[in-house]
């Protein structure tokens, strides 16, 4: 689950940081040269990912990524590289239809044919319980590293991870720690009560102390505790070199990637001195796998970092190069205006031209084939009405009065997700109408069905806020889609409804009654003081289709991403009700005059 958080938060916590500026590695005689080349978070996306990019004025569209073009290119970086570690710090799972058909064999074959020398636990890994990862650590041939996850002797998930190993480069013995997030896996997955988590400082401490005790000089922490918490183990504990970081999805680099419209959060690496006065070095690689991190450094004799240069990279498959027009859709390039870009795009280092590996090619078509014919098969059965979505229904009307029973559909599934896991500590869920694309017919509902009603990969993200800033985030949704917005951003709820006017009153609102309901299923009056945790999806979050209110509270405050699905959700909720009885109320009360 990532951390909505605002930036000057992020070099608050990260004291004392400084900019690497060259590319250029700086070393001695006797210095030891190591690459790390690290992913986290690729959560199921096994094919290339679409980017959108801002280059020499133009906004273009293109793939990039995806696990043939990876392969391709950590097996050339290690055949160039003195000395080469592949790393992955964590969440391989959830995230596609290819996760949620195959449990985790489609990761862990393509993972395995990556060749990464350790991949670390995530909080997703736990989604599907203790057998679950068993199921896609059975397929794993990667060694896997935890210090701070640690199932008990009877437990099914005992002796299949270590909490660290040593490993040999050029006759050098280097370090490597693994560590979860503690208090996002157990509130907001599914381990099972057979695992113990243990702090994660107390838990790198001690693994440290160990390795040092083995007269082990140059330490890898592979960590899925977040940039922000690694950050703080960086500042608070000696002897660890360089933290792989993942978790919070974060993109670092410099500003040529800001050029291209990235989200860049900071530089790569970021450099943090350790209580010892020594650097410490952070990376991370944003997310399904849309780009590979390279981080080059040179330890002294004693084990220390004298220099350390490195960039994300991002591999473009060139044949898939579009330009956004006006009205943001995608068109072809002039063969003259494609070649120009080509040029621009080569001068920004982080940018490769993707090469693809056959063999990974051909696995993966055998899984696309595989995935197309399990994604015709059933996953539940919906009885009774059909539930109106699309864009028609999005609004009710005199002819449809309950507007969007679909929207509100995928609100409770959404909400159902978030409440079964750990504490599942969530109040109600906000959707907006134009996220549900079509009707929900009664009958057999596929999991292409599922992609078809919620296609955008929305996640759900928590944020907490007032019951006045609830009810302003409704009328912000109200005002956008009734007034000279988009009819999309129309509001359903699940442990929310609400009563409104079609016209404002004379202070510009609309929202007559709000209600949330209890754990015991009474509905009672939003409490304009009181606070409230809502889930929303992650296009809302940002603040789009007229969501002012939300998206200032997410860029000022914060929010969770827990990286769970929309479809995904869908999906669980139907699996768990076989035969679901379709609802026939959306929670709103429109009044038309």
Not at 24 to 35: H, M, N, P, Q, V
Not at 271 to 283: F, L
Not at 363 to 387: D, H, N, P, R
Not at 562 to 583: G, M, P, Q, V, W
Request: one cysteine or more; hydrophobic letters at 40%; proline letters at 4%.
């Amino acid at each position: 689950m990532k951390r909505f958080i605002p930036h000057r938060v992020i070099h608050a916590v990260c004291i004392g940081l400084a900019l690497v500026g060259c590319r250029k590695l700086d070393s001695r005689a006797g210095d030891f040269e190591l690459t790390i080349i690290h992913i986290n978070d690729h959560h199921s996306h096994l094919e290339p990912e679409p980017l959108e990019l801002a280059v020499a004025g133009e906004r273009l569209r293109a793939a990039v990524g995806g696990y043939a073009a990876l392969v391709h290119e950590i097996q050339r970086l290690r055949a160039e590289s003195k000395n080469a570690l592949v790393l992955h710090a964590g969440d391989a799972l959830i995230g596609t239809l290819y996760s949620t058909l195959f449990r985790g064999r489609a990761d862990a074959v393509l993972m395995n044919h990556a060749g990464f020398d350790f991949f670390t636990l995530g909080n997703h890994e736990f989604d599907n319980g203790n057998e679950g990862l068993k199921e896609f650590l059975h397929y794993l041939e990667v060694p896997v590293l935890s210090a701070n996850v640690v199932p008990n002797a009877a437990s099914t998930l005992h002796g299949l991870w270590k909490p660290s190993a040593i490993v040999e480069r050029a006759g050098e013995r280097i370090g490597v720690i693994g560590l979860d997030t503690v208090k996002k896996t157990v509130e907001s997955s599914s381990p099972g009560k057979d695992i113990n988590f243990i702090d994660e400082i107390g838990a790198v401490r001690r693994a440290t102390v160990e390795m040092q005790q083995q007269g082990v000089n140059k330490i890898i922490l592979l960590s899925h505790a977040g940039f922000e918490k690694n950050c703080e183990i960086a500042q608070n504990i000696s002897g660890i070199d360089v933290i792989v970081s993942g978790d919070t999805h974060y993109l670092l680099g410099d500003e040529s990637l800001g050029r291209l419209g990235l989200p860049v959060v900071g530089e790569y690496p970021r450099k943090i001195m350790s209580p010892a006065g020594e650097p410490v070095y952070v990376v991370e690689a944003w997310e399904y796998g849309k780009c590979l991190g390279e981080l080059n450094v040179v330890f002294d004799r004693t084990g220390v970092i004298t220099s350390a240069v490195g960039m994300p990279r991002f591999l473009l498959h060139t044949n898939t190069l579009q330009k956004k027009g006006a009205d943001r859709k995608n068109y072809p390039l002039e063969e003259a205006e494609r070649e120009a870009l080509l040029v621009a795009l080569r001068m920004t280092p982080e940018i490769i031209f993707a090469q693809e590996n056959d063999q990974i090619i051909s696995v993966l078509e055998e899984f696309k084939k595989e995935k197309e014919a399990l994604g015709a098969q059933a996953i539940g059965v919906i009885t009774g009405a059909s539930m109106r979505g699309g864009s028609v229904h999005r609004v009710p009307d005199a002819q449809n009065p309950q507007g969007s029973v679909a929207t509100r559909f995928v609100a409770e599934t959404m909400l159902s997700d978030i409440q079964s896991f750990g504490a599942g500590k969530v109040d109600c869920v906000i959707q907006n109408a134009g996220g549900a694309r079509s009707n929900i017919q009664p009958g057999e509902i596929t999991y292409n069905d599922a992609y078809t009603l919620l296609p955008f990969s929305n996640t759900l993200v928590l944020v907490d806020v007032s019951g006045a800033e609830l009810k302003q985030i409704i009328e912000d949704a109200l005002q956008f889609a009734l007034g000279d917005g988009s009819t999309g951003a129309f509001p359903y709820g699940a442990g929310v409804r609400y009563e409104a006017r079609q016209e404002p009153d004379e202070h510009g609102k609309r929202v007559i009654k709000l209600e949330v309901q209890k754990k015991d299923g009474a509905w009672v009056p939003v409490d304009e003081r009181a606070p409230y945790r809502l889930g929303v999806n992650s296009y809302i979050a940002r603040g789009k289709d007229g969501y002012k209110t939300l998206g200032e509270i997410v860029s000022t405050r914060g929010a969770e991403d827990t990286y769970l699905r929309d479809a995904e959700s869908l999906i669980k909720f139907l699996r768990a009700h076989k035969n679901f009885r379709a609802y026939t109320d959306s929670n709103v009360i429109f009044r038309l005059k």
